[in-house]
Structures are given as C-alpha cells and as structure tokens.
C-alpha cells in the first residue's frame, strides 16, 4: 500500500472510531425534585448509578446542602460496586486534589479500575500519569497504550497525546502519516493544541487555505499562538502579503497577552494608512466581541 493510500484509509478509520463514553443522565444529579426523588429510591436499593448521582447533587449543593465529605462518601460506595464512572471520578479527585488532598497512590488504583472497564476519560488520565511519573515511573510505553485505548473511543486529549507521540516515536514507534490521521481527528473534536499543530504543519507545506483554517479554528479556542502565528503568515510572501489582515491578528493577540503580537503590530503600523489601521482595529474588535469564550480555560493537566 503506498503512503497516499495508507494515509487514506488511517483517515476513514479515525472519522469512524466511537464516541468516547460519557456521563450519563443517571450518573448527574436531576435538576428536578421528581427526578431527586427517585434518585434517592434508588440509593434505597444500593444503586451505583444513582449513588453517583448523588454524589454530585451533594457536590453541586443540589437538593441537598453541599458537603464534599458526603460527595466522597457516596462516590465511594459506587466506585466499590465496581462502577466505573464512580471509580473514575473519585480517581480523578485524589489525582487533581479536588475537594480531597491529592493522593497519587489511591488516584492511580481508581482511575486503573475504571480504565481497565474501558473508561476512555479514566483511560487518558492513566496515560497522563505515565507520561508524568504520578504515582507509578514514568514509562512512555504505557503511556502510549492507554492514550490509544482511549484515542480510539474518540477521546480528544488522548488522540491529541497519542499523535504526538506517533510523530515523535516516544513509547510507539515513529509514524508521521498516524500522528496525522490522530490530530486531525482531535481537531475536529475542538482541540485546540491539535487544532494549532495542523495550521503550523499546513502553513509548513504552504498549503494556505487549511493553514489558515487551523489557525481560525485554534484562535476561537483561545490559542495566543495561533493568534501570533497567523499574524505571520499574512505577513511574509508565502501566502500572500497582507499588512492589514496581520495588523489585525496581530491585534487581537495583543488584546490576549501576546507581547510578540504587540512587538509586530507596532512594526507595521507605519506602512498603514490611517484608514486601513482603522479597518484593521475595527476588525480585531469585532472578532474579541464575536469571541467571549476564546479565553483559554486552563487546564488541568497544565497545572501539574
């Protein structure tokens, strides 16, 4: 099979894989009394689904008064059901430190049993803990196996992390033409560093049309990078100079805390006519104004 056929098939196979799994209705605290009552029914009869409920009608203040003792109490006995959107989410407490002291060890033997019942959210987590050395050795490897177990149910931070890997060759041998096929999957999943990667490559093989589709798509999600980059691209020849559509994201990534931005954008403002600066301004400012949520939520798994 030659590249261009490969690369094809590995596309059709990333736009088909599963959905990653969820939470579902039964696992969330119902807004409605009605709903709240037949939860508490079916705590009655020691239901997992409904005691992680409601875990999180005492997490949210829901119903009940919030209380994160209760929360934890009540995700506990789910999780030792061998539920494993409960086993899940208490992992994810101990590892992120969330209403409990983080604990990497109890963290790691949650999140495990739940990825071992192919939880895709608690699959990623697990990846992250190898790939960080959290509560277990840094191993590449592993890392790699979990990313794509989850990848493949269609988890975008994983299929993010496992394209990564595959295009460096750490812990999964090297293969260019999959890590593409994976960030282009989680890029139309909103995944913003996927999102960014595919504009830089694109821009790199001067294919402009996706380039700049990449980086639009990487901006509206609060990429200051992206916002930069583009300013960039409008700016030299390889896609065509056009000083004003620079200025403009050069702007906007001003606007976001982007001192490059700032640096060229005051760098072409003498070869701007006043109207064409005053275009380009109005422009950024509708864009910032068509754009509330681009402010980039940080992440948790940046934080560590």
């Known amino acids: 099979m030659n590249r261009a056929c490969k690369f094809l098939v590995l596309i059709h196979l990333m ?16 807004r409605d009394a009605a709903g709240f009552a037949a939860v508490e029914k079916k705590v009655e009869a020691h239901d997992a689904a409904a005691e992680t409920a409601l875990a999180s009608c005492y997490d949210l203040g829901l119903h009940v008064k919030a209380d994160g003792k209760e929360s934890m109490r009540w995700l506990d006995q789910a999780a030792r059901q061998d539920y494993a959107p409960a086993e899940y989410e208490l992992g994810r407490i101990y590892l992120y430190g969330r209403g409990a002291p983080a ?26 803990m190898y790939e960080r050395g959290l509560g277990v050795a840094t191993d590449a490897a592993q890392a790699a196996e979990w990313n794509r177990k989850a990848a493949v149910q269609g988890q975008a931070d994983a299929q ?67 916002m930069y980059e583009l300013g960039r691209l409008y700016a030299g020849s390889k896609c065509g100079v056009d000083h004003a559509r620079a200025f403009t994201w050069f702007t906007i990534g001003e606007k976001f805390g982007s001192e490059e931005s700032r640096k060229e954008a005051a760098r072409l403002t003498a070869g701007l006519s006043m109207a064409e600066k005053k275009h380009a301004q109005l ?6 104004r ?6 980039k939520e940080e992440d948790e798994e940046e934080k560590r």
């Open 160 to 226: 993010l992390h496992l394209a990564r890997a595959l295009k460096e060759g750490v812990g999964t041998p090297k293969d260019p033409e999959e890590a593409r096929a994976w960030y282009i999957k989680a890029a139309r999943q909103e995944q913003p560093a996927a999102q960014l990667e595919l504009a830089r490559q694109f821009a790199g093989q001067g294919n402009c049309p996706l380039a700049v589709h990449w980086y639009e798509e990487a901006a509206e999600h609060g990429q200051v990078d992206a």
């Open 283 to 288: 422009r950024a400012e509708k864009w910032i």
């Open 290 to 295: 068509e754009h509330p949520g681009s402010d």
């Open 15 to 30: 736009l088909n894989c599963a959905a990653a799994p969820a939470q579902s209705p039964a696992d969330v605290c119902p």
């Open 103 to 128: 604990d990497y060890a109890r963290a790691l033997l949650w999140e495990r049993k739940a990825a071992e019942q192919g939880d895709a959210r608690a699959q990623r987590d697990l990846a992250f």
